[in-house]
């Protein structure tokens, strides 16, 4: 079955000490987006690309990279992780063309504690 | 500017009871779409309904109904005969129409449904 996948799905790191998430999908779709949600919060769009293309929210801090080798790929990088960075991470995807294009279809998350 | 609002926090019923999740939103364009997603205690958001603004037809799946009234600026969703596995938390979510190659969604605060044996 098509898919967005999210490795890992539980993520402990330190605090500061760089982390990577990632997120891979066999839906074939050309945006891919990142969110973040805290606990009891609606998910918080933090950037997404349109191809190659990227673009970052006005607010999302700085501290948050992205990177998309590929249409499959894309990787959310935590630079130095605080402890207001703790959440779950949500990668979706979504397709420019055709009846589809409006609606974005979400991976499990990855949960991210830093200790 | 757009706002979706879920008033319910939380709701609570007993297996086989019908509920409704009330959505009222908030928009300045006249081309849009509204959604639902389901959230699961395991965390992933599943789509349940797109509708777009022009579409004000109710719509059954199942167990699921949908009722968009475009004069109250409503999007409210309604589980028949609920069951336990309907425990979840639920968003409504409003975005623009498509521009530019992406959508963005602007979320409700979300509603936490317990449904109990």
């Known amino acids: 079955d098509a898919m967005v996948i999210q490795n890992p799905r539980y993520q402990v790191t330190q605090f500061g000490k760089p982390v990577t998430l990632s997120c891979s999908q066999t839906?074939?779709?050309?945006?891919m987006y990142w969110y973040q949600q805290k606990s009891s919060q609606a998910p918080k769009l933090l950037f997404h690309?349109?191809?190659?293309?990227?673009?970052n929210e006005a607010d999302t801090p700085d501290n948050f990279q992205s990177r998309r080798p590929n249409t499959s790929f894309c990787f959310l990088d935590i630079r130095s992780p605080g402890l207001g960075d703790a959440a779950m991470y949500l990668c979706?995807?979504?397709?420019?063309?055709?009846?589809?294009?409006?609606?974005?279809?979400f991976g499990p998350g990855t949960r991210l504690l830093v200790l | 500017a757009q706002k979706v609002t879920q008033a319910q926090t939380e709701i609570s019923v007993v297996e086989k009871e019908d509920v409704t999740l009330d959505c009222v939103y908030e928009?300045?364009?006249?081309?849009?779409?509204l959604f639902w997603y389901k959230q699961p205690p395991s965390g992933e958001l599943v789509f349940l309904i797109r509708?777009?603004?022009?579409?004000?037809q109710n719509e059954i799946s199942g167990r699921y109904s949908w009722n968009f009234q475009k004069s109250t600026s409503s999007f409210n969703f309604t589980i028949t005969a609920s069951q336990v596995v309907d425990s979840a938390v639920y968003f409504c979510?409003?975005?623009?129409?498509?521009?530019?190659?992406?959508?963005?969604?602007?979320f409700g605060a979300g509603t936490r449904l317990a449904v109990h044996p």
């Open positions: 690309y349109y191809d190659k293309d990227f673009n």
């Open positions: 509708r777009n603004s022009f579409d004000e």
């Open positions: 979706a995807t979504s397709s420019a063309r055709g009846e589809e294009q409006e609606t974005q279809y």
């Open positions: 839906l074939n779709h050309n945006v």
């Open positions: 928009t300045r364009d006249t081309t849009y779409y």
């Open positions: 979510a409003l975005s623009e129409a498509f521009s530019g190659g992406y959508n963005k969604l602007i």
